[in-house]
Nanobody
Framework: QVQLVESGGGLVQSGGSLRLSCAASGRTFSRHVMGWFRQAPGKEREFVAAVSWSGGNTDYADSVKGRFTNSRDNAANRVYLQMNSLKPEDTAVYYC?????????????????WGQGTQVTVSS
């Protein structure tokens, strides 16, 4: 079992930056792919980024490529999402998720564990 708690959300102006953090409990954290998803009001939850067990491989949604960086620290049981050049359309609740599958996945169905989410609001 993996329990996840996100932090770092908040209100930021367009063009600004935020760093989300996800703290994980559980001895098997390093054997889980870690993903970030987001959900805006009235919209479905969508994939943002994922990082492999070792941190060596990453995947990003086209909408955030070049602006967001997903990383992890297995020794600290943490995963991070550095978000730069934020846009109003990035406004959403951001969720951290863990998958026991080997390969990176953009599908919510592949992730068994979820955090409670943290709100990110980008003002124009």
């Amino acid at each position: 079992q993996v329990q996840l708690v996100e932090s770092g959300g908040g209100l930021v102006q367009s063009g600004g930056s935020l760093r989300l953090s996800c703290a994980a409990s559980g001895r098997t954290f390093s054997r889980h792919v870690m993903g970030w998803f987001r959900q805006a009001p009235g919209k479905e939850r969508e994939f943002v980024a994922a990082v492999s067990w070792s941190g060596g491989n990453t995947d990003y949604a086209d909408s955030v490529k070049g602006r967001f960086t997903n990383s992890r620290d297995n020794a600290a049981n943490r995963v991070y999402l550095q978000m730069n050049s934020l846009k109003p359309e990035d406004t959403a609740v951001y969720y951290c998720a863990a998958s026991s599958y080997v390969f990176l996945s953009t599908s919510t169905g592949q992730y068994a564990y979820w955090g409670q989410g943290t709100q990110v609001t980008v003002s124009s």
